[in-house]
C-alpha cells in the first residue's frame, strides 16, 4: 500500500488549503481513511478520520468547524480542506488507512499504513 500526500504549503493566518491523499495497493473503498498531524516537539495527534464509504466523519475539538474531510472513492483519494488556519494548525500532516478491522478512529494503533507527510505552515 502507498499513500502520498500533497497540497501543503505556506499559508497566512485565516487562510485555507486543501490537502489530498492518493492511495494505491488494496481496494482503497473498503477502508476507513484519517489524518493525523505532527507540531515541532509534539507528539502525533489526531486530526480528522473518515469511514469506508464516507458515511461518517470525526474530527479534534481543534479543528471542528475548520475543517472537512471528504473521499473520492472513484479516484482513491481523500481530502482535507482547511480553512481559517491559525499558527497553531502549522505541523506535518499525515494521511492513513485503517486496519481491516479498528476499534476507534482516533488511535493512530489503529492505522496500518501511512503517508509521507506534508507540510503545512501557518504564518501571521
Known amino acids: 500500500v502507498q499513500l502520498q500526500a500533497s497540497g501543503g504549503g505556506l499559508v497566512q493566518t485565516g487562510g485555507s488549503l486543501r490537502l489530498s491523499c492518493a492511495a494505491s495497493g488494496r481496494t482503497f473503498s473498503s477502508y476507513s481513511m484519517g489524518w493525523f498531524r505532527q507540531a515541532p516537539g509534539k507528539e502525533r495527534e489526531f486530526v480528522a478520520a473518515i469511514t469506508w464509504n464516507g458515511g461518517n466523519t470525526n474530527y479534534a475539538d481543534s479543528v471542528k468547524g475548520r475543517f472537512t474531510i471528504s473521499r473520492d472513492n472513484a479516484k482513491n483519494t481523500v481530502y482535507l480542506q482547511m480553512n481559517s488556519l491559525k499558527s497553531e494548525d502549522t505541523a506535518v500532516y499525515y494521511c492513513?488507512?485503517?486496519?481491516?478491522?479498528?476499534?476507534?478512529?482516533?488511535?493512530?494503533?489503529?492505522?496500518?499504513?501511512w503517508g509521507q507527510g506534508t507540510l503545512v505552515t501557518v504564518s501571521s
Open positions: 492513513a488507512q485503517t486496519r481491516a478491522f479498528y476499534t476507534s478512529l482516533y488511535n493512530s494503533g489503529e492505522y496500518a499504513y
